[in-house]
């Protein structure tokens, strides 16, 4: 009954062919670059995910208290440090494009890690430590407000002669903004104008500089926050 049905199709037999081979060696391990300018570049880019995914890490140890202040603030440092160095190198940077870009090409998350390389700063510099100073007011350390008053008239001397280029003031507004918080953790007027410039100046690349207008605005902030940080050590 069924013998007579005919196929719907003829099957062809495999049939195995001697000349078929594979086309690379698959015990051979697979270079990604040929050159090695390539193996620098890729180099580099692999260490600036790792350095995203531990930063990450880090902020979250942070929040939970499983790591000291100290501790903390040296490794946030280093890292940033490491990042930023990656990327001076112009062929990096072109290949890198820019930390969104990156993120969605590895499929990275990390919102943490975003954030403070947004800002450029560990955080126990841009809130200050999370313990009070030991003095405030008129009975604050001498030592500490002298040094905080020098930085603060350092930048805006920088500004007054021209300096305005990124190189130049960031370094100067981070140096400004541990100082003061070693004096006070009082949120003063235009405190919060240092943090907003220090990212600011930490999207730039080092050798550009503020515009006029911008060096206008920068000087007036700075001077406010100034005046600010010296009204604080009036109070009791």
Same mark, same amino acid.
């Given at each position: 009954?069924?013998?007579?049905?005919?196929?719907?199709?003829?099957?062809?037999?495999?049939?195995?062919?001697? =000349?078929? %081979?594979? +086309?690379?060696?698959?015990?051979?391990?697979?270079?990604? %670059?040929?050159?090695? =300018?390539?193996?620098? *570049?890729?180099?580099?880019?692999?260490?600036?995910? %790792?350095?995203?995914? +531990?930063?990450?890490?880090?902020?979250?140890?942070?929040?939970? !208290?499983?790591?000291?202040?100290?501790?903390?603030?040296?490794?946030?440092?280093?890292?940033?440090?490491?990042?930023?160095?990656?990327?001076?190198?112009?062929?990096?940077?072109?290949?890198?494009?820019?930390?969104? +870009?990156?993120?969605?090409? @590895?499929?990275?998350?990390?919102?943490?890690?975003?954030?403070?390389?947004?800002?450029?700063?560990?955080? =126990?510099?841009?809130?200050?430590?999370?313990?009070?100073?030991?003095?405030?007011?008129?009975?604050?350390?001498? +030592? &500490?407000?002298?040094?905080?008053?020098?930085?603060?008239?350092?930048? *805006? !001397?920088?500004?007054?002669?021209?300096?305005?280029?990124? !190189?130049? &003031?960031?370094?100067?507004?981070?140096?400004?903004?541990?100082?003061?918080?070693?004096?006070?953790?009082?949120? #003063?007027?235009?405190?919060?104008?240092?943090?907003? @410039?220090?990212?600011?100046?930490?999207?730039?690349?080092?050798?550009?500089?503020?515009?006029? !207008?911008?060096?206008?605005?920068?000087?007036?902030?700075?001077?406010?926050?100034?005046?600010? #940080?010296?009204?604080?050590?009036?109070?009791?």
């Amino acid at each position: 009954m069924y013998s007579n049905r005919q196929l719907a199709y003829a099957p062809t037999p495999y049939i195995p062919r001697s =000349t078929l %081979s594979a +086309t690379i060696n698959l015990d051979e391990e697979v270079k990604l %670059s040929s050159t090695s =300018t390539e193996r620098d *570049l890729y180099d580099s880019l692999a260490e600036i995910y %790792s350095i995203i995914i +531990t930063l990450d890490a880090l902020e979250k140890g942070y929040l939970k !208290d499983s790591i000291s202040e100290a501790d903390y603030t040296e490794t946030c440092s280093r890292l940033l440090k490491q990042y930023k160095s990656n990327l001076a190198d112009e062929t990096v940077a072109r290949a890198f494009g820019d930390l969104e +870009t990156f993120k969605r090409e @590895w499929d990275m998350e990390c919102p943490r890690a975003t954030e403070r390389l947004r800002v450029g700063i560990p955080a =126990t510099v841009e809130q200050g430590p999370s313990h009070k100073p030991a003095q405030q007011g008129d009975s604050a350390d001498a +030592t &500490l407000v002298i040094n905080a008053t020098e930085n603060f008239i350092t930048l *805006l !001397d920088a500004i007054r002669i021209g300096l305005v280029e990124k !190189d130049t &003031l960031h370094p100067l507004l981070v140096e400004i903004i541990q100082a003061v918080n070693k004096v006070t953790d009082i949120d #003063f007027e235009s405190k919060g104008k240092i943090v907003q @410039w220090l990212i600011t100046l930490n999207q730039m690349r080092a050798a550009e500089k503020l515009d006029d !207008d911008q060096a206008r605005e920068f000087q007036f902030d700075m001077d406010s926050a100034y005046h600010g #940080f010296k009204a604080t050590l009036k109070k009791d």
